[in-house]
Nanobody, 127 residues
Framework: QVKLVESGGGLVQTGDSLRLSCVVS???????????MGWFRQAPGKDREFVEGISNTGASTTYAASMKGRCTISRDNAENTVYLRRDNLKPEDTGTYYC?????????????????WGQGTQVTVSS
């Protein structure tokens, strides 16, 4: 069973940057480089929303319009890891950040297209 483990969250101040990581393990036949990966954020009491996604090779990325210029997704297929860098953080960026895996890349990153989820990492941005 595939396992996704996020890390890198914490308490930061407005304007700070941080980098989140998601390591994927547990493949039996499939490999990490066969899957597209995405990052999502869930604020308290709100639905999980898409932040940014990346294709299996890393050649294509898609981000939410609200995140433009403040997030960068990347991946290291040799390390089975996907990263999300968040810049110029604001209090409204607070939430639990989840990584998700899907088998097919598209510009539609609704949550129902995600096959596997991590447990999330908490990011809190103080004002």
């Amino acid at each position: 069973q595939v396992k996704l483990v996020e890390s890198g969250g914490g308490l930061v101040q407005t304007g700070d940057s941080l980098r989140l990581s998601c390591v994927v393990s547990g493949y039996i036949v499939a490999r990490f480089e066969m899957y597209s990966m995405g990052w999502f954020r869930q604020a308290p009491g709100k639905d999980r929303e898409f932040v940014e996604g990346i294709s299996n090779t890393g050649a294509s990325t898609t981000y939410a319009a609200s995140m433009k210029g403040r997030c960068t997704i990347s991946r290291d297929n040799a390390e089975n890891t996907v990263y999300l860098r968040r810049d110029n953080l604001k209090p409204e960026d607070t939430g639990t950040y989840y990584c998700g895996q899907r088998s097919r890349y598209s510009e539609n990153w609704s949550t129902d297209r995600i096959d596997s989820w991590g447990q999330g990492t908490q990011v809190t941005v103080s004002s």
